[in-house]
C-alpha cells in the first residue's frame, strides 16, 4: 500500500508540473473516497493543496465528517455554502418550466440532485482558477466503470487519481492513510436525498461490482445490474460526440 500511495503522489505532482499550475483543489464530502483523495494532495503539495465543503442541502453529519477528514489530512480548507444558490436557480428553472406548462415533476429529485452536483463542480473550477490549481476527481472504479457519477458535476474533473482502484482498495488506502474510522465504515452516500445509499439506489453492492471487476463469479441477478448501469453510461465516459466530418460525393 505504501508503493501505492508513493506512486499516485508522484502522479499528482507530474500533472500540476505537465499543466504549469501551482496546486491541487478537492470537494470534501465526509465520504472515503474524497478522503483518500484529501490525503493524497496534502502529501503531493504540502503547500498548495486545497479542500473545500461544499454544503447544499446536506445532512450535517457530513459536514461533521468532512471537517474530521480535513483535520486528519492537516489541509487547508474553506467552505461555501451552496444551498440558498441551488435553491434560487432550482426554483427559477422550475417556476419557468411551471408557467410555461412543460414541468414535469417526476423527475425533479433526480434533476435537483444533479444540479447541486455541478453546483460545486462549478464552484471547484471558479476557486481553481482563483489559485491556478487542477480540480482533482474522487471517483473509483466501481463508480467509473457503472457511470455512478454526474455528468459534468463530480464527473467533471482535471484528473483522477482513484480510478483505477475498486472500493475495496479504497478502503484499504483510507486505513494506510489515517482516515477517520467514522468516514471509512459509513454507508457510502452521494448525499443526494434523505436516506439515500449508493447500494439501495444501484440495486447491488460495492463488493459484487469490485468481484466482477476482478473477474470472479457474481450471482447472474448482480451481473445483468452492472453491465447494464455500464452500457447506459458510455456516454459519461466517452466525452463529447460528434459526427466525422462531411465529405461531399
Not at 503539495?45 to 457530513?62: N, Q, R
Not at 477528514?69 to 444558490?85: G, P
Not at 457510502?188 to 473477474?215: C, F, H, V
Request: aromatic share 6%; charged share 25%.
Amino acid at each position: 500500500m505504501e508503493k501505492k500511495v508513493e506512486y499516485l503522489v508522484s502522479w499528482l505532482q507530474q500533472k500540476v508540473s505537465e499543466a504549469n499550475v501551482k496546486g491541487l483543489v478537492v470537494g470534501v464530502s465526509g465520504g472515503i473516497d474524497s478522503a483518500v483523495v484529501a490525503h493524497l494532495i496534502k502529501r503531493a503539495m504540502p503547500e498548495t493543496s486545497l479542500g473545500v465543503m461544499l454544503p447544499c442541502k446536506s445532512h450535517p453529519g457530513d459536514f461533521d465528517d468532512a471537517t474530521s477528514v480535513i483535520e486528519s489530512a492537516d489541509l487547508t480548507a474553506i467552505t461555501v455554502d451552496l444551498t440558498d444558490t441551488h435553491n434560487t436557480l432550482f426554483g427559477t428553472i422550475t417556476n419557468v418550466l411551471t408557467e410555461e406548462n412543460m414541468h414535469q415533476p417526476e423527475n425533479d429529485q433526480l434533476a435537483d440532485a444533479n444540479l447541486r452536483a455541478r453546483l460545486r463542480m462549478s464552484t471547484l473550477y471558479t476557486i481553481a482558477t482563483n489559485h491556478q490549481y487542477l480540480v482533482v476527481g474522487t471517483d473509483n472504479k466501481a463508480e467509473w466503470h457503472t457511470g455512478y457519477f454526474t455528468k459534468y458535476g463530480d464527473g467533471g474533473v482535471d484528473i483522477a487519481p482513484l480510478v483505477h482502484l475498486t472500493k475495496g482498495e479504497v478502503r484499504e488506502m483510507a486505513r494506510f492513510l489515517g482516515v477517520p474510522t467514522t468516514v471509512i465504515d459509513k454507508k457510502p452516500s452521494a448525499g443526494l436525498w434523505e436516506g439515500q445509499t449508493d447500494e439501495n439506489e444501484m440495486g447491488t453492492t460495492y463488493n459484487m461490482i469490485d468481484r466482477y471487476l476482478k473477474g470472479e463469479a457474481i450471482p447472474e441477478k448482480d451481473q445483468a445490474i452492472i453491465d447494464r448501469m455500464h452500457a447506459r453510461s458510455h456516454h459519461k465516459r466517452d466525452g463529447i460526440a460528434f459526427p466525422p466530418p462531411f465529405e461531399e460525393a
